[in-house]
């Protein structure tokens, strides 16, 4: 395999460029086609950015190839589905080797996994009545799809399916049908990352829509077990007083700190952080960041 050259080599920023580490594109669970989130990057004079889709790091070379062709610098990067704690906790990795890697590797085997949550999870719809084996074309469409795509794609075909449903009947079905996303241990995952070259950066630490959210006595927790690179402090839905408890957090253990919108398409674009804030995360990954 030829290996693309990377977009952001010898990339100097101004102090108050724009950049967005954390969007995500159709190939996981956003809508944004790649190209057209590039070329919106670009349009808007962003600096840099990060496309972070889940679970995708075998995207990160043609990712690169289209961020050198249209001359938008971006990260070599993927968002990691774990689980600390039997819940749900997302992994940033910012920065491995396009080569084929141990996060690629373990992101292959979760697909794989994945695949095989949705067939037991429609087989079990069949048997309880609700899918039927000529929904089989709609399947094969499902398992086609990004690992992130595809829990979402089978409920949504058994409410289409069984409009009368009521809402909970719908969540026990779902949930005993084990129709769910697959993840991997957080320490498994940030010991291929960093296996790969990656800084392993805890992303949205503040929500609550399913996630661990996280508290001083929480992050002691998780950092106990297991050595991340940093905190993702500044995001949408972080109260000012995380925002700060995360920054202060990262201050007195020497973490990095990084940002992301969490863009899934153009109806919540890309949020404009400025470089400097970020200037340590950013020149552990290569890229000078000018003085103010």
Known sequence: MTLVQSSITNLILAADAAIDLQLHTTASDGQWAA??????LKREGFGLAAITDHDRPDMAQAIQALALAEGMPLLVAAEMSCLWREQLVDLLCFGFGLEPNPLMAIAAELHQRQQAIINHAFAYCCD???LTP???PQLAMILAQPSA???HSLA???KQQNPTLAPAQFSQLMQASGCDFATNPIAAVVAAAQQSGAICILAHPGRSD??????QVLLDALWAEVSLDGIEADYPLHTAEQ??????YAQEHALLISAGSDSHSPNKPPIRYRAADYR?????LGIIVQAD
């Open 35 to 40: 190209l057209e989130l590039i070329q919106h």
């Open 128 to 130: 309880q009545g609700y």
């Open 134 to 136: 000529q929904h089989q």
């Open 149 to 151: 795509q595809q829990p």
């Open 156 to 158: 949504a075909l058994v």
């Open 210 to 215: 399913g996630f661990v959210c996280f508290d």
């Open 243 to 248: 925002a700060a408890l995360y920054r202060n």
């Open 280 to 284: 340590v995360l950013l020149n552990r």
